[in-house]
């Protein structure tokens, strides 16, 4: 896949097989990408937790809140959940600030897997200090976000944004989720 189609393919997938597993190998070959991509002031603060079995996925998840626009949904049933998380910490020992190091981090991982052909999504609504009681997380480690992996279940199209400019996602009758974007033109500033 050339760039353009791998940033194309990689959406926020929020239903998955879930019986289709993710092995730790190629967890860590994406997290390698992460690791080899910029870090501001190349403090290389992130660190990352690996779950990738039912038991301990099925832990995780009832920390996590799923898709705000979608409000009558809360969150991707059995069967559809996700069959892996990275949970991305900051370590404080080594920097009290990470700056944009999450983002550039978790777009690496994604890409990763969809080059893989897997697929995930960034999930920032967490309850934090309920999930760092659950898995027992020291101190000095920070939750920043959890990326929620797993074989895409679900078909996710990129539209234009319409006439009201609403941004929200939504999905239709056949759980079809779509994306509305900005034009190129429409985010452009001309002096």
């Known amino acids: 896949m050339n760039l353009l189609d791998l940033i194309l393919a990689n959406r926020s997938y929020r239903r998955f097989y879930q019986n289709e597993e993710i092995e730790e190998t190629r967890l860590l070959?994406?997290?390698?990408l992460a690791r080899l991509s910029a870090s501001a002031r190349n403090m290389q603060s992130l660190k990352y937790i690996i779950l990738n079995t039912n038991d301990i996925c099925g832990k995780v998840f009832p920390y996590?809140?799923?898709?705000?626009?979608?409000?009558?949904?809360?969150?991707?049933?059995e069967g559809e959940r996700p069959?892996?998380?990275?949970?991305?910490?900051?370590?404080?020992?080594?920097?009290?600030?990470?700056?944009?190091?999450?983002?550039?981090?978790?777009?690496?991982?994604?890409?990763?897997?969809?080059?893989?052909?897997?697929g995930g999504c960034i999930v920032a609504n967490i309850q934090?200090?309920?999930?760092?009681?659950?898995?027992?997380?020291?101190?000095?480690f920070d939750i920043i976000q959890i990326l929620a992996l797993g074989k895409p279940k679900e078909k996710v199209v990129i539209e234009d944004v319409d006439i009201k400019n609403d941004i929200r996602?939504?999905?239709?009758?056949?759980?079809?989720?779509?994306?509305?974007?900005?034009?190129?033109?429409?985010?452009?500033?001309k002096y």
């Open 169 to 189: 996602y939504w999905r239709d009758k056949d759980r079809i989720h779509h994306v509305p974007k900005r034009k190129l033109n429409d985010i452009i500033v």
């Open 128 to 140: 934090r200090a309920k999930l760092r009681e659950a898995i027992n997380l020291p101190e000095h």
């Open 83 to 118: 069959s892996a998380y990275i949970i991305m910490l900051s370590d404080s020992r080594i920097a009290k600030e990470y700056f944009c190091d999450h983002g550039i981090a978790a777009q690496s991982i994604l890409l990763g897997a969809v080059n893989d052909g897997f």
């Open 64 to 77: 996590l809140g799923w898709a705000g626009y979608l409000s009558d949904w809360i969150g991707p049933e």
């Open 29 to 32: 070959s994406w997290i390698n």
